[in-house]
């Protein structure tokens, strides 16, 4: 059952990435939908919204018109339970329809203030009453801080068991994202230099050409800081810290990220403004178009103390990381859609190869997560000629190049996990937890002081002046990502 069935998530990604599964064979043709969402449609204009919504993601579909025989409608009111009996009947005899053995999946893909309420009535009218499992799968945001989130935790807790509450981090689904451990566990290479001793800081940036368009209204409550450093952001950090698994089960992979987050510095009073950056975007033309500021955007308050950009240091008080800065930034209106993780190597203790006019570069490592995705090591090597001169070179390596095929999309491979029951990639409630107590020191220091120079970076540019002055006081600058 979507909740939240007409809106922009199901049309853009869940719908699409179900014909997908459908196309490979992962979804066997016992399957049902139900779409459930307020407004009347039958299940014949529920059908063609997801027909066109598959069209338009993936073009040419020929079994289409099988796939969404699957589908079924049912408008619903979130705060009746009338409503939800209703929705059971449906939901039985569907079960008996296509032998599905009472399994279901509730996916939450809606606004997030009836997320307790939904969890309370599944409960309550009977819809979890079933012989096979249930899941809940809930979009994000998951509160607005710790607070509200332990609340919406205690309710959907309710209805559902941790192990069943699959809260998706769509970061998490991303290939190269899942690719982080891999590169860093499965290669004899990497291992023993990551930590304090070899690498000088690693920066992770995640930054987007659009601006808020026309989630004024939710942006406003959230920023940047909310919307993608406490989740995506925080996210990226965590495995990039984490020690190896024991081995790779849902419940060690969480340990070791939940444990990397329990050894971030909390950041108190003064120090958020010494290691954090706020900014906001002011207009600008991009690609040959004048884009209007934030604050002149629908929805926005005009004197918005609202933040489209973030960047921060982050320390990591373990054995490993001691002392290494992780340097995150994200923001709305930069130069370039792009996400991506450089690791810098510290440098070698002494470089033969120095000329007055030439110093030697660290050694980099850098994931790129998207749009493209792959990985490229920057090493030093001989410089051709007659000299013992040291030139960087580049070793590339192109995910999409080798494979020759589209990765699926994280949304594919989120619904999948949860079919199969696999909770690896999606966040524990201790993630959520620690996350929010971190992030929430910040916004109360920027909620209660207004941004004097807000709007403060220009759109089309990668952000205020005041993000790389955060890197020049280490003695670092931010390694270019376009
Ligand atoms: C979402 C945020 O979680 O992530 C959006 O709410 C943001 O504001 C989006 O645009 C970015 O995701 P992606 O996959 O495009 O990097």
Request: proline share 4%; with cysteine; charged share 25%.
């Amino acid at each position: 059952m979507i909740f939240g069935a007409t809106g922009d998530l199901a049309k853009r990604k869940l719908f699409p990435s179900l014909y997908r599964l459908y196309q490979e064979g992962r979804l066997s043709e016992r399957f049902a939908v139900i779409g459930v969402a307020r407004r009347p449609l039958s299940n014949e204009e529920f059908q063609k919204n997801v027909e066109d919504s598959v069209l338009t993601a993936v073009g040419e579909a020929g079994d289409i018109s099988e796939f969404i025989t699957h589908f079924y409608y049912h408008s619903h009111d979130v705060t009746d339970s009338s409503s939800y009996l209703s929705l059971k009947e449906m939901a039985q005899k569907l079960d008996t329809q296509y032998s599905l053995a009472g399994n279901r999946i509730f996916y939450l893909a809606m606004a997030p203030e009836f997320f307790g309420t939904i969890a309370e009535h599944l409960k309550v009218d009977g819809l979890t009453d079933v012989d096979g499992f249930k899941r809940l799968v809930i979009e994000k945001p998951f509160g607005h801080d710790l607070e509200s989130a332990k609340q919406l935790n205690k309710q959907i807790r309710k209805a559902f068991s941790e192990d069943e509450i699959y809260r998706i981090d769509h970061y998490l689904g991303k290939e190269m994202v899942q690719n982080i451990e891999v590169i860093r566990f499965a290669n004899a290479i990497f291992e023993p230099l990551w930590n304090n001793r070899y690498i000088s800081n690693i920066q992770v940036t995640s930054s987007e050409v659009l601006g808020v368009e026309e989630r004024g209204r939710y942006y406003e409550t959230s920023g940047a800081l909310r919307d993608m450093v406490q989740n995506h952001m925080l996210q990226m950090v965590a495995l990039l810290a984490m020690e190896p698994p024991i081995r790779l089960t849902t419940e060690e992979v969480r340990s070791e990220k939940v444990k990397v987050l329990r050894a971030m510095r909390s950041l108190d009073g003064d120090m958020v403004e010494e290691f954090f950056v706020r900014g906001q975007y002011d207009k600008g033309v991009m690609d040959n178009e004048e884009v209007p500021a934030y604050r002149e955007e629908p929805m926005v308050d005009p004197a918005s103390n609202t933040e489209s950009f973030v960047a921060g240091k982050l320390l990591i008080d373990n054995f490993r990381w001691a002392g290494v800065p992780f340097y995150i930034r994200t923001g709305k209106r930069m130069k370039t859609k792009s996400t991506k993780i450089v690791i810098q190597f510290k440098d070698i203790p002494m470089n033969l190869y120095y000329k007055s006019e030439q110093t030697l570069n660290p050694n980099l490592l850098v994931i790129h997560i998207q749009p493209e995705e792959g990985i490229t090591l920057y090493l030093n090597a001989k410089k051709t000629g007659q000299h013992m001169n040291a030139t960087p070179i580049k070793l590339n390596f192109s995910n999409k190049g080798v494979h020759g095929i589209n990765t699926p999309e994280a949304y594919e491979k989120l619904l999948f996990d949860c079919m199969r029951g696999d909770a690896t990639n999606f966040t524990h409630w201790d993630e959520v937890a620690l996350s929010w107590s971190f992030v929430d020191k910040i916004s109360e220091v920027w909620e209660n002081t207004k941004a004097k120079n807000f709007p403060n970076y220009e759109s089309g540019t990668m952000g205020p002046k005041e993000a790389d002055q955060l890197l020049k006081k280490d003695g670092f600058f931010w390694w270019p990502v376009t």
